[in-house]
T-cell receptor, first 115, second 114 residues
Framework: AQSVTQLGSHVSVSEGALVLLRCNYS??????LFWYVQYPNQGLQLLLKYTTGATLVKGINGFEAEFKKSETSFHLTKPSAHMSDAAEYFC?????????????FGSGTRLQVQP | DTGVSQDPRHKITKRGQNVTFRCDPISEHNRLYWYRQTLGQGPEFLTYFQNEAQLEKSRLLSDRFSAERPKGSFSTLEIQRTEQGDSAMYLC????????????FGSGTRLTVV
């Protein structure tokens, strides 16, 4: 079985501050991991993904995430928050080579950016 | 190609009515997924197609729900005898094979059952 847990349903930061959104996964095999962003009344947009190889992955809009197998984590970071980063962020997991094709999403973290 | 298109964007229906949503995936993507998202929650998987074959269905997909992808291109999701609990955002996504590239989502159809 696969699952993701996002710690903190709401995170508030000041503009220019570090953004850290937490994601922990549970899986029986090495997973593929994704972060998506959702703006109000929109679909989800892929920010970045980890499949194999380098454990630090860079995505769009200055975001990056590091796969840490020992901690079963895939936290999302951005050095300096912008007002435009305010949105809902979802971590997702899929287990390759298991026959499952569907992503499993966490419950999301709403990021608020204060001026 | 302009991405994944969903129609309509919004649907308000009375309880007990049938509704149908359409999804047009990215043309070269052979995999198509339907998800449901309620307020404050992450998307929940409903069903998955590879080409025209429906290969996986969630337990969330009750008998009142049916999905088709007749020619391996667009897909429809029908809900019969709608209930207030069906109110949600219905998201469609597509991906190439293999799916490690991630999904491309449409903007969703927001269903409100009154």
């Amino acid at each position: 079985a696969q699952s993701v847990t996002q710690l903190g349903s709401h995170v508030s930061v000041s503009e220019g501050a570090l953004v850290l959104l937490r994601c922990n996964y549970s899986s029986s095999v090495p997973p593929y991991l994704f972060w998506y962003v959702q703006y109000p009344n929109q679909g989800l947009q892929l920010l970045l993904k980890y499949t194999t190889g380098a454990t630090l992955v860079k995505g769009i809009n200055g975001f990056e995430a590091e796969f840490k197998k020992s901690e079963t984590s895939f936290h999302l970071t951005k050095p300096s928050a912008h007002m435009s980063d305010a949105a809902e962020y979802f971590c997702a997991v899929i287990l390759p080579y298991t026959g499952r094709r569907a992503l499993t999403f966490g419950s999301g973290t709403r990021l608020q950016v204060q001026p | 190609d302009t991405g994944v298109s969903q129609d309509p964007r919004h649907k308000i229906t009375k309880r007990g009515q049938n509704v149908t949503f359409r999804c047009d995936p990215i043309s070269e993507h052979n995999r198509l997924y339907w998800y449901r998202q309620t307020l404050g929650q992450g998307p929940e998987f409903l069903t998955y197609f590879q080409n025209e074959a429906q290969l996986e269905k969630s337990r969330l997909l009750s008998d009142r729900f049916s999905a088709e992808r007749p020619k391996g291109s667009f897909s429809t999701l029908e809900i019969q005898r709608t209930e207030q609990g069906d109110s949600a955002m219905y998201l469609c996504a597509s991906s190439p094979s293999p799916a490690n590239y991630g999904y491309t989502f449409g903007s969703g159809t927001r269903l409100t059952v009154v």
